[in-house]
């Protein structure tokens, strides 16, 4: 199970910290990530980190958000700066036992998503 929390309302060029409780007893060997849905648009790629600590990030993000976990406390952060007006979305936790990577259908495991908008 995953726990997505930490959404809200910031101005463009704010930051926000997103963070994800997973609950597998075996969580430090599983890869997670983060995904977003904006309005009206397919879910996409945000952010990923392997078991071993191995980074992803898609493009539009690359230089202000980092992803970053603490496998003692089970927990996944999207560290995002320098927010955009286009960054608005639903943000949604992920996770798998063998996968890291960037493609949506590999993760077997989706948090309940957080709210994330960005005002102009």
């Known amino acids: 199970q995953l726990q997505a929390s930490g959404g809200g309302l910031v101005q463009a060029g704010g930051s926000l910290r997103l963070s994800c409780a997973a609950s597998a007893r075996s969580f430090s060997n599983y890869g997670t990530g983060w995904f977003r849905q904006a309005p009206g648009k397919e879910r996409e790629f945000v952010a990923s980190i392997s078991w071993s600590g191995t980074t992803y990030y898609a493009d539009s993000v690359k230089g202000r958000f980092t992803i970053s976990r603490d496998n003692a406390k089970n927990m996944v952060y999207l560290q995002m700066n320098s927010l955009k007006p286009e960054d608005t979305a639903v943000y949604y936790c992920?996770?798998?036992?063998?996968?890291?990577?960037?493609?949506?259908?590999?993760?077997?495991?989706w948090g309940q998503g957080t709210l994330v908008t960005v005002s102009s």
């Open positions: 992920v996770a798998d036992n063998y996968y890291s990577g960037s493609s949506l259908r590999e993760y077997d495991y």
